[in-house]
């Protein structure tokens, strides 16, 4: 099984609607980083959280981490084509011992049709 | 402020050869992550260096290796190399460690790699 679970694995929506991707861990999460990917190409870092609770917002995208910190959520707004592409979450799953790894979900790849 | 820097961006080689890959962190990151992403595994953890020295290491052979420079710039080399080794190859910097540290990591675009 996935260590870390994404939920749905691809997303088709109409431009101007709401959506939601999620971010399952079975383990404490240490740290949470979501990213955006264009196929073929690199990941652009979109926002971090640490503590449980903690919510961040960037233009028209918002995370969340839950209390209990092994679950987090994307929620994008009023979506636009440019938010096509590959959404990936990354974990810090062991703390101050990590060292540099993260461990990412399988991504959720989404479509905006105009 | 230049991001991660990669090269090359492509490359194809054969069953058996070697290969080596190159990584320049953001001005300033001292760590450096290398990651394979593939369709069937996604992305999988190689090595991580900070200081020029390797502190963490995922499940990869031996094939695999790769070292740090004292200006942070980073190498990865694949030994003898096999047709499953095709994967686009990320690099990533940070300024600490990823872990504790609350510093993200900063991914180059990769590089694609093609066995044949």
């Known amino acids: 099984s996935q260590e870390l679970e994404q939920s749905p694995q691809s997303l088709i929506v109409q431009e101007g609607k709401n959506l939601t991707i999620n971010c399952t861990s079975s383990?404490?999460?240490?740290?949470l980083y979501w990213y955006k990917q264009k196929y073929g190409e690199g990941l652009i870092f979109l926002m971090m959280?640490?503590?449980?609770?903690e919510e961040k917002s960037h233009e028209k995208i918002t995370a969340k981490l839950d209390e209990k910190k092994q679950q987090s959520s994307l929620h994008i707004t009023a979506s636009q084509p440019s938010h096509a592409g590959i959404y990936l979450c990354?974990?810090?799953?062991?703390?101050?011992?990590?060292?540099?790894?993260?461990?990412f979900g399988q991504g959720t790849i989404l479509t905006v049709h105009p | 402020k230049a991001g991660v820097t990669q090269t090359p961006r492509y490359l194809i080689k054969t069953r058996g050869q070697q290969v080596t890959l190159s990584c320049s962190p953001i001005?300033?990151?001292?760590?450096v992550s290398w990651y394979q992403q593939t369709p069937g595994q996604g992305l999988q953890f190689l090595f991580e260096?900070?200081?020029?020295?390797?502190?963490n290491k995922g499940n990869f052979p031996g094939r695999f290796s790769g070292r740090q420079f004292s200006n942070s710039r980073s190498e990865m080399n694949v030994s003898t190399l096999e047709l499953g080794d095709s994967a686009l190859y990320l690099c990533?910097?940070?300024?600490?460690?990823?872990?504790?540290?609350?510093?993200?990591?900063?991914f180059g675009d990769g590089t694609r790699l093609s066995i044949l």
């Open positions: 959280l640490q503590k449980g609770g």
């Open positions: 260096y900070f200081s020029e020295t390797q502190r």
């Open positions: 383990k404490t999460l240490y740290g």
């Open positions: 990533a910097s940070s300024l600490a460690p990823t872990g504790g540290s609350g510093q993200p990591q900063h």
């Open positions: 001005s300033g990151h001292r760590s």
């Open positions: 990354g974990a810090d799953r062991t703390g101050g011992t990590s060292y540099g790894k993260l461990t």
